[in-house]
């Protein structure tokens, strides 16, 4: 099959991985795939973000900023129709961004059929955390795009409930949730030696990885590390960076928690595997309701501890007692009780993190399976649009 993958995603965090493990897993299992979006490919380290369309979006009046992203369709549009000619694809697949409507647009004009892979309910994300300036246009172009498109792939089930709240049918949506790459956390060292790599050899290591912000509430951990019956020997490993980094710095240093606590910064995909390896215990102490966290999933690939919140998302996934230690988000020092418990368990640990390890096969959790049903819903479409184009009649670019 041949599939026009575009998207507009121009930042090097958990997103860059998704589109590039999907596309590296679609390619592998023999499908041709030619990718139109924003060249980042000059910057490697993840969490990076491309600066002058940060600048822009921080300086502009936001309803500006706004309409820009809407005229970026028109523009993104001409790209993917001359594509769409050298390539002559099969269907599109696109990863769905407000206001962007280019792959609705050539749906349209060239009766293809479109997957739009949807992570996240965007208008209401940048009402919350960002706002907009112009919500009804917003909600248009959203409820266009997922109307629009012939499948629509959400990552979570709570997600869906978005989606099909906004008018798509059940038969038009298909849950598929974030995945890893077995074979790069193959690569990764033994905990023992990802340890001693750190200076760590006999530490209780308890890690996160991502891009950390204010509300992930890894600033309650730093608090529970410094209390006088937290293990002397538990360590805190913050692999990435963001904009509640500096604030977790100042809260070590005020704790004094010294070189218990070590901040990696940005790193390169590849270096993450062997920095998780050190784990005992995963941290995801907080998720927004909708998401498929991607650390979940690598934490689970290398076989960690998990000790996230118990909420619909998540459960998805996770099941208290079985693969993760799950807390009620509502009642409080419940992070900070099941974090003493895992500490003061090595055999709860160990269950916990086999369980982990098992879930990725038991609901095939990788990205070559979520290739393979893109695929299959992909194959459906086509020759469902096939049997129409021959009683319509072919269709040409002008």
Excluded at 2 to 22: F, N, P, W
Excluded at 99 to 106: A, E, H, N, V
Excluded at 204 to 213: C, D, E, S
Excluded at 225 to 241: N, Y
Aim: glycine share 8%; net charge neutral.
């Amino acid at each position: 099959m041949k599939i026009l993958y575009h998207h507009r995603t121009a930042s090097k965090d958990g997103q860059a991985v998704h589109i590039e493990e999907m596309i590296q897993a679609l390619r592998e299992l023999g499908h041709e795939v030619c990718v139109v979006g924003p060249d980042v490919s000059g910057k490697a380290d993840m969490g990076a973000e491309v600066g002058w369309v940060r600048q822009l979006r921080d300086r502009l009046p936001k309803a500006v900023y706004e309409c820009l992203e809407l005229g970026y369709s028109a523009l993104a549009y001409l790209r993917l129709a001359r594509a769409a000619r050298e390539f002559k694809p099969d269907v599109i697949y696109e990863r769905y961004n407000l206001f962007l409507l280019s792959g609705w647009l050539l749906k349209k004009r060239l009766r293809l059929p479109l997957l739009l892979e949807v992570n996240a309910p965007l208008v209401d994300e940048r009402m919350r955390f960002g706002g907009l300036g112009l919500p009804w246009l917003g909600r248009w172009a959203e409820g266009l795009a997922w109307r629009g498109a012939d499948m629509v792939l959400p990552v979570t089930q709570v997600l869906a409930d978005y989606v099909r709240a906004r008018g798509i049918p059940q038969q038009r949506i298909e849950v598929i949730p974030n995945g890893i790459n077995e074979a790069h956390f193959s690569l990764a060292p033994s905990p023992s030696d990802a340890k001693a790599a750190l200076g760590w050899p006999d530490a209780l290591v308890l890690g996160f990885t991502g891009f950390v912000r204010d509300w992930h509430g890894v600033d309650r951990v730093l608090r529970w590390m410094a209390r006088d019956d937290t293990p002397r020997h538990a360590r805190l490993l913050m692999v990435g960076d963001g904009p509640a980094q500096d604030g977790l710095e100042a809260l070590a240093r005020e704790l004094q928690l010294g070189d218990r606590v070590h901040f990696t910064g940005v790193v390169t995909r590849h270096e993450v595997p062997a920095l998780v390896a050190a784990f005992d215990i995963a941290l995801q102490p907080a998720v927004v309701a909708y998401a498929s966290p991607l650390k979940l999933f690598e934490y689970m690939a290398l076989g960690k501890a998990i000790v996230a919140p118990r909420q619909p998302n998540i459960e998805e996934i996770l099941v208290d007692g079985r693969n993760a230690l799950l807390f009620d988000a509502s009642v409080t020092g419940a992070l900070e009780s099941a974090l003493s418990r895992l500490c003061g368990d090595p055999i709860l640990r160990k269950r916990m993190a086999a369980g982990a390890y098992a879930t990725v096969g038991e609901l095939g959790l990788t990205w070559c399976n979520n290739a393979q049903r893109v695929i299959r819903l992909a194959s459906v479409l086509r020759a469902g649009q096939l049997a129409a184009d021959a009683a319509s009649g072919p269709v040409q670019l002008p």
